[in-house]
């Protein structure tokens, strides 16, 4: 049976009961908005020492960040050679923020989202499994959780930090076995089908006009829709035989909804004057790859970090119709504006756009330790009982 982890600076082993760490509150959003919050040293998942042929061995970490807000992070430093600390704030940067301008961190960010889009805990074990076997890669008893969480971790410093694993003994302190498992999903991931992934914007949705004229017999629109991410859900609160179309009067479903769709609410001729309204949904796991780095970095370097996995964002948007007899049908409007988009639309005030600056995107930050420097933990071996 193997010992769990030490801490260690430099290489050198620090026992843990001299170490005292503190988990101060979350503080509130940074100056600018950012999101902020603190690593939760409990709640991470320790995977294995990894060698890379210095004397030095590093042990893999899943680590827990909670923000402010209360949402809780899961994350892999990206800094291997700077010490963790918990007695500062993680805020939230983007990727050209990154504090060290000679990391290979600069040139790599998008295979390291890449590798955080395709390794644990972002995909679990069993799907990985899948994809390896796919890739006629053969494991040798399926891949336990420590070694995904190894592998992955390992393959992000590859690319931040340039280290590569001793490939005759990745595994300072484990089996053949485990070593070759780690091996395998670490080319994987480092390997010819890692073509990057940029850093990706919030969630956004926007419907216009938010509201919009009209009589019965007609189809009252069109509304815009104008999004970043993936229609999850369309409802509507509209009366019997009232139903939310496209151009040619067929009952569109969400998932037939993308940025640039126009929709109508096509109205029966029988219909008595009154109102409805439809609510679309978007949500998507668009937090992975999200930076932090230490509140005073500056002053007292502290390991940055890359979120792995998150909650899920998601972002609602609603508009609504009036019809009349005699009424006039209400007449096109311009498009509502997506990320990077051409056109611009008014008139959404009913319209939630974007995603809180504290649900997470793109991570990558730092944690920090009381009093302590600490750069991460180490695996090693106990006797057996």
Known sequence: MHGRSVLVRGGIAVASAAVALTMAAPAALADDGAARGRVVESAGTVGFSVNFGDSKNYVAKLFGLKLSDGSKLKMYCVQVEVDMRTDQDMIERPWNKYPDAASPFNKNNAKINWVLHHGYPAIDVKSIEGVLGKEGVKLTDGLSVDEAVTATQTAVWHFSDGKD????????????????????????????????????????????????????????????????????????KLPEGAKVTDADG?????????????????????????????????????????????????????????VA?????????????????????????????????????????????????????????????????????????????
């Open 165 to 236: 694993l001793d490939r005759k003994k990745p595994l300072p302190y484990e089996n053949a076995e485990e070593s070759a498992d780690v091996l395998a999903l670490y080319d994987y991931l480092t390997g010819k089908d890692n073509v990057g992934i940029g850093q990706q914007p919030k969630p956004t949705l926007d419907i216009g006009p938010a509201k919009a004229n009209g009589a019965p017999g007609t189809r009252i629109g069109p509304f815009s829709v104008a999004t970043t991410g993936d229609i999850t859900e369309l409802t509507s």
């Open 250 to 306: 067929k009952e569109i479903k969400a998932a037939a909804i993308k940025d640039g769709t126009k929709v109508y609410i096509d109205v029966p001729k029988d219909a008595k004057d009154g109102n409805g309204s439809f609510t679309l949904k978007v949500s998507g796991h668009l937090d992975t790859g999200r930076l932090f780095v230490g509140e005073n970095y500056a002053k007292v370097p502290a390991q940055s970090l890359i």
């Open 309 to 385: 996995e998150s909650e899920k964002t998601s972002v609602v948007a609603n508009a609504t119709v009036n019809w009349k007899q005699g009424g006039a049908p209400a007449t096109e409007t311009p498009a509502p504006t997506t990320p990077g988009g051409a056109e611009s639309g008014g008139g959404n005030e009913l319209a939630n756009t974007g995603a809180s600056a504290t649900l997470p995107l793109i991570i990558g930050g730092s944690l920090l330790g009381a009093g302590v420097l600490m750069v991460l933990l180490v695996r090693r071996r106990r006797s057996q009982a």
